[in-house]
């Protein structure tokens, strides 16, 4: 749509003369997502500086009609900060920490914080912010709530939306949601924060939120175990859990090409076994408590599975700086996959239980549909979330021609995949939200009740379809 050039004027006044750009080169970067498959169109970005200015432009978007796409730092993997018209307001000049309370265990930040500064304020501080995931570096709070991010250490402390006690939100009409309580009981009706915590800003736009702290980890222990097959990894997780209970932070999988990817195309990363397996589990135990013997407990784990069979071999690092090598091996795999060539993603979850059902299910549906495709599963194993990732048939890796037919089959890939996934009671977006890209499996796979539910919401808070349109679910 055309917007007038008075309400562009009314806009700029509403945040002063940095808080906006619209010279084409300079929109560029807010017109583009990570992965290069969507590329939008917007008059004007906008940079509020503070929750009363983004009430202020939200007011006069909903006045005229006009499209609202927030956005952090384009980390996102689903489309949902590309625009389709109209404006784009970052979060960016939203970078305060407000407040700690250390006897609350709790830290109030807005919504542009880089999550590495969230999780600094909270190490200066004495505790934990435990969210942690690839991009901490440059994305921000806001948009991990807004896609209820997961990362590494779900298993331990839960997804994005399980660290929030309270949000402040500009709704769609331009009114101020002040729900920043830091209270861990308030059993005072409908819990509405996480009506917006996962709805990519399709309800409205999170300003700050107060997060919760944890003691930081006095004792670690990394270590990574090698087995013949899925199966058996999850009879380590099984073995591990039941063992450590919430003294296991981490435990991720990876099949031995991932591990490959990494010694190809990423520096720094190293086989630490000396022949190769077909199946690798990274395991990561942290307690509170200093002197926790939690080495020993591991020796114990893996000493008791390596006799029954389900491990080949182990390793545990000797200091920190053989943890995060470690550790290197699993973080390697996406910037890896880059390098090789076309890669189709899948980001799904299936009960724990099922996740050597399902990567044999899906590896068989996907090779007999492109024969040489090469799997990549890896992921979140303690929380059955696996990306099972494929890459296009060695042969072409390196020919751009190939590489883009290849990448012609995403859909088809997706169908097969997510189809196997629904009938395995599991879900087609673990972690990463629905965006643009996956809208249609919504479509396909939740209920008729469930789409009414959300459209139900959407058409309440958003009656005008402004906020982030075209994104998540059809109105």
């Not at 470690?326 to 880059?338: C, D, F, G, V, Y």
């Not at 979330?385 to 088809?412: M, R, S, V, Y």
Request: charged letters at 25%.
């Amino acid at each position: 749509m055309l917007i007038s050039e008075s309400v562009l004027n009314a806009i700029r006044d509403a945040v002063g003369d940095k808080g906006w750009i619209d010279r084409s080169g300079d929109l560029e970067p807010y017109l583009i997502e990570e992965r290069g498959l969507y590329r939008g169109t917007c008059d004007m970005v906008v940079r509020p500086a503070s929750t009363e200015e983004v009430a202020k432009v939200v007011n006069l978007c909903a006045e005229a009609g006009i499209p609202i796409v927030p956005h952090g730092g384009n980390t996102g993997l689903t489309g949902a900060g590309v625009p389709e018209g109209g404006i784009v307001l970052s979060t960016s000049r939203l970078n305060r920490i407000r407040e700690v309370d250390p006897v609350n265990q709790t830290l109030t930040v807005e919504a542009g914080v880089i999550l590495a500064n969230v999780q600094k304020a909270a190490s200066d501080a004495g505790f934990l912010f435990p969210l942690s995931l690839a991009a901490e570096g440059s994305c921000c709070i806001g948009g991990n709530l807004s896609t209820n991010a997961g990362g590494v250490a779900v298993l331990r402390y839960g997804n994005a939306r399980d660290l929030v006690l309270g949000l402040e939100v500009v709704l769609a009409d331009g009114r101020i949601w002040d729900g920043l309580r830091s209270l861990r009981k308030d059993n005072t009706g409908y819990d509405l924060k996480h009506l917006f915590i996962g709805a990519e800003g399709t309800l409205g736009i999170i300003t700050a939120a107060v997060l919760k702290l944890f003691p930081k980890p006095a004792t670690k222990v990394t270590a990574m175990a090698a087995s013949a097959s899925p199966k058996d990894v999850i009879e380590l997780f099984k073995r591990t859990r039941n063992t450590c209970g919430d003294d296991l932070t981490a435990f991720e999988m990876l099949a031995r090409f991932g591990l490959e990817l990494g010694l190809r195309h990423v520096a720094g990363v190293v086989d630490p076994f000396r022949q190769p397996h077909p199946y690798y589990s990274l395991i990561e135990l942290t307690s509170p408590q200093p002197g926790k013997n939690l080495r020993e407990t591991l020796e114990g784990i893996l000493a008791e599975t390596l006799e029954g069979g389900h491990i080949l071999d182990a390793v545990i690092a000797e200091s920190e700086r053989q943890s995060d090598e470690l550790w290197l091996i699993r973080e390697a795999i996406p910037e890896a996959q880059k390098k090789e060539g076309g890669s189709v993603k899948h980001d799904i979850s299936v009960p724990v239980s099922k996740i050597p059902e399902f990567i044999r299910r899906a590896t068989d549906v996907v090779e007999k549909e492109m024969p040489g495709v090469r799997v990549c599963p890896f992921g979140h194993v303690g929380d059955g979330n696996i990306h099972f990732n494929l890459t296009q048939p060695d042969k072409a890796a390196n020919n751009a021609d190939e590489k883009k037919a290849f990448l012609n089959h995403w859909g088809a890939f997706n169908r097969l995949v997510h189809d196997l996934t629904h009938e395995m009671g599991g879900s087609f977006s673990a972690e990463h939200g629905i965006g643009r890209l996956k809208r249609e499996d919504m479509e396909r796979y939740k209920s008729p009740v469930e789409l009414d539910l959300m459209r139900t919401v959407k058409k309440s808070l958003d009656p005008r379809n402004i906020m982030n349109p075209g994104k998540v679910i059809k109105i």
